[in-house]
């Protein structure tokens, strides 16, 4: 099984600080990528350039203290990139792609962390800006190549994937446009919510991020914002899911996915 978890430290120093690093050593995934690092390359060095055993590689935004991915992984790769050729958000350290090809397959696993518009319009503005970059960016990779996107898409697709979601139609996040956007990736491109595929019908149990405000953790009115995204090949290696709860490293939880292939 090759165990994959991805999660928004919201801070990898706090999230550190919390204890992400005993639970990864405990929960020892193959690979997990990571985002809002909100570090720079020095904060990183000597410190979290290994996690838990894993090897760490970023994408880092230009921005002190703000955005940022990585991928951690025991396996090693044939290339990393970083960055999907937009000059806008590559400045934001938003995109990390890590490639384990074999003779047999052509496997991508990315580590994504998409523009959140809650601030404002400009923001919003930003997001579509970005979703309507990243789309054709999905589309060619998947011409090319199996792939599993990971990460905070900051957009909750369905009624199911939030509580309070009558209250939320006018919000960044659960926006008609957003939604629409996920359903054209599933629907017309093909990928597959690898958790949904799992767990079809969950509602509270499938959310990944609560707001700071009020008591939103203690009684779990969330967001599901982070996804696995695969190529259908993939995606039906998928095996178990689970969304882990027990401890808080972040405003996000961790969620993995064991998938049935090996990376060598």
Not at 7 to 32: F, M, T, Y
Not at 50 to 56: E, K, S
Not at 168 to 174: P, T
């Amino acid at each position: 099984m090759f165990k994959l978890t991805s999660l928004n430290l919201n801070g990898i120093r706090s999230a550190a600080a919390k204890g992400v690093e005993a639970w990864l050593e405990q929960h020892a995934p193959d690979c997990i990528c990571v985002q809002e690092i909100r570090a720079l390359q020095p904060d990183l060095q000597g410190r979290f350039e290994v996690l838990a055993g894993l090897r760490g590689y970023f994408h880092l935004a230009e921005k002190k203290g703000y955005s940022g991915v990585g991928i951690y992984t025991r396996h090693a790769h044939s290339d990393v990139i970083a960055g999907f050729g937009s000059p806008e958000f590559d400045a934001e350290g938003r995109y990390l792609e890590a490639r384990f090809d074999t003779p047999e397959r052509k496997l991508s696993v990315i580590s994504g962390y998409f523009p959140s518009g809650s601030s404002g319009p400009e923001r919003q503005a930003a997001k579509y800006r970005f979703l309507d970059q990243f789309y054709p960016v999905l589309a060619r990779l998947k011409a090319e190549r199996e792939f599993i996107l990971c990460g905070d898409v900051n957009i909750a697709h369905k009624e199911i994937d939030l509580k309070n979601w009558k209250s939320n139609q006018k919000n960044s996040g659960f926006l008609p446009e957003e939604r629409a956007w996920m359903t054209k990736v599933l629907d017309e491109l093909g990928l597959v919510d690898v958790y949904r595929r799992l767990q079809p019908e969950a509602t509270g149990a499938a959310y990944t991020w609560w707001s700071n405000r009020g008591q939103a953790w203690a009684n779990n009115v969330g967001w599901r914002l982070d996804y696995h995204l695969a190529t259908a090949a993939v995606a039906a290696l998928a095996r178990r899911e689970s969304i882990y709860k027990e401890q808080k490293f972040s405003d996000h939880a961790p969620i993995t996915i064991e998938y049935a292939m090996t990376i060598r």
